[in-house]
């Protein structure tokens, strides 16, 4: 198993419940940009469910050497690497904060994602999930750079499930709203919206078993962005969201 943002709650929710479930695997790839707790992490996984790890220390915002991942392959991957950034006025305008949200969200992470992707491809089997979010489903002045970013990467999976669906590989956007994690810890959301980690790794898994193509989590945000989504832009533009 591939796990790319391995310190993501919802990543390590999804492994667990993934072991729990009694899959095993040659190895589980944690990719991170923070070795150290990672490192956490594995031990956790190996102690509980005798699951050996191998960490792969990988930062999306630098130039990386692909050839030297080519020893890792595996049947699944699960992609929960996300930056959220500063989304207020205070980073709108800001060089480096731009580009971090881009780069993580985007740019960087389809290129990681392509790599493994094309030995899928050569199988002709397995499955890749990744993680977007409702902020790609249309601009909002409160977060519309994480929001394009991750617009981008729901059509970059929507195309590449078109692309291996006929080469036996299959791709789930999973579309969160509000979750309660590390991401969003300084941000005030409300409960009724907000799933936890464990709850969000549940969904994914039984949309995982069905083969889904998409799924949010929870249901309810498939209604709030089906409104948002069909409201006419010259009432939108004039909305504060």
């Known amino acids: 198993m591939i796990v790319i943002g391995s310190n993501s709650d919802v990543a390590t929710a999804f492994v667990e419940?993934?072991?729990?479930?009694?899959?095993?695997?040659p190895l589980v790839y944690l990719f991170t940009s923070n070795v150290e707790k990672t490192a956490k992490l594995a031990q956790h996984i190996f102690a509980k469910y005798e699951q050996e790890c191998e960490i792969v220390d990988f930062d999306l915002t630098k130039e990386n050497d692909y050839s030297r991942l080519n020893h890792i392959d595996s049947e699944l991957l699960f992609c929960a690497a996300g930056y959220l950034g500063k989304n207020s006025e205070e980073g709108l305008y800001d060089d480096w904060n731009t580009k971090q949200i881009v780069e993580i969200n985007y740019s960087k992470l389809i290129v990681l994602i392509n790599h493994f992707a094309k030995k899928f491809e050569a199988k002709g089997s397995g499955s890749i999930i990744g993680l977007s979010s409702v902020a790609g489903e249309r601009g909002r002045q409160s977060n519309f750079i994480y929001g394009s970013a991750k617009a981008g990467f729901t059509a970059y999976l929507a195309g590449l499930r078109n692309y291996l669906f006929h080469k036996k590989v299959h791709v789930?956007?999973?579309?969160?709203?509000?979750?309660d994690t590390?991401?969003?810890?300084?941000?005030?959301?409300?409960?009724?919206?907000?799933?936890?980690?464990?709850?969000?790794?549940d969904i994914i898994y039984k949309a995982y078993l069905k083969k889904r193509n998409v799924v949010y989590v929870t249901f309810v945000w498939w209604g709030i962005m089906m409104i948002i989504r069909n409201v006419p832009e010259f009432i939108f533009k004039k909305m504060k969201m």
């Open 182 to 201: 590390q991401m969003t810890a300084d941000i005030e959301t409300p409960k009724p919206l907000t799933a936890q980690p464990d709850q969000a790794a």
């Open 172 to 179: 789930m956007t999973v579309i969160p709203g509000f979750m």
């Open 17 to 25: 419940k993934v072991l729990k479930e009694g899959k095993r695997f």
